[in-house]
């Protein structure tokens, strides 16, 4: 593999985590997460937002959002409340179930980043983040890009 494009190198790994992560969440009760959830659960975690504010916060559109909420809700991993300010609004907030997906999901990340550092070293897995990160944070990286990054 010494002569496979970078991109492609780095599109297999990812894979690879995801697949991990989902098999992971999935024997945890979670089988029915979508590949975008990650990025709500997140941007969840500490705040109440509207549906629009999610949507800008991601980067996508407002129909966009609204499937994704709308699926996350019906398989209960958020809830929808009335805002205390303006009652037209409705608050997104993770439920127990979504927050404990994240726990688990976080779980994960923990202990994969931990095989991986007895398979290789401390120091390779701190130099690869200091890869990514500049890979991430280059000029060419679009603002959106930049937002969904700040919220993992």
């Known amino acids: 593999m010494t002569n496979t494009d970078l991109g492609v190198l780095l599109g297999m790994a990812y894979q690879r985590f995801k697949d991990e992560l989902h098999a992971d969440l999935a024997a945890r009760g979670f089988a029915d997460v979508g590949s975008t959830y990650g990025y709500v659960f997140r941007a969840l975690a500490a705040e109440e937002l509207s549906q629009h504010d999610l949507a800008i916060r991601l980067g996508i559109s407002d129909q966009g959002m609204a499937k994704v909420v709308t699926q996350m809700v019906r398989r209960r991993y958020l809830e929808r409340r009335a805002d205390t300010a303006d009652a037209r609004v409705k608050r997104l907030r993770l439920s127990a179930r979504g927050r404990h997906a ?24 701190s ?3 200091h890869l990514l990160q500049a890979m991430s944070a280059s000029a060419e990286s679009s603002d959106t890009a930049q937002a969904r990054l700040r919220l993992l």
């Open 102 to 125: 994240l726990a688990a999901a976080r779980r994960f990340h923990t202990l994969f980043e931990r095989r991986f550092v007895r398979s290789t070293s401390a120091r390779s897995v």
């Open 127 to 129: 130099t690869l983040r």
